[in-house]
């Protein structure tokens, strides 16, 4: 049993961190930019 150097749970996880964050800032910025 050789361990990977691809952590693939971590980089998922942190993919999803990215993404949810990005989402929630983009659905928080976006109105700000289509309201003017």
């Known amino acids: 049993m050789s361990e990977q ?3 693939w749970g971590q980089w998922l996880l942190f993919a999803v961190l ?3 964050a ?3 800032v983009r659905s928080a910025v976006w109105p ?3 309201g003017r």
Request: net charge positive; no cysteine.
């Open 18 to 20: 990215v993404a949810a």
């Open 22 to 24: 990005w989402l929630l």
């Open 32 to 34: 700000l930019f289509a």
């Open 5 to 7: 150097r691809k952590p």
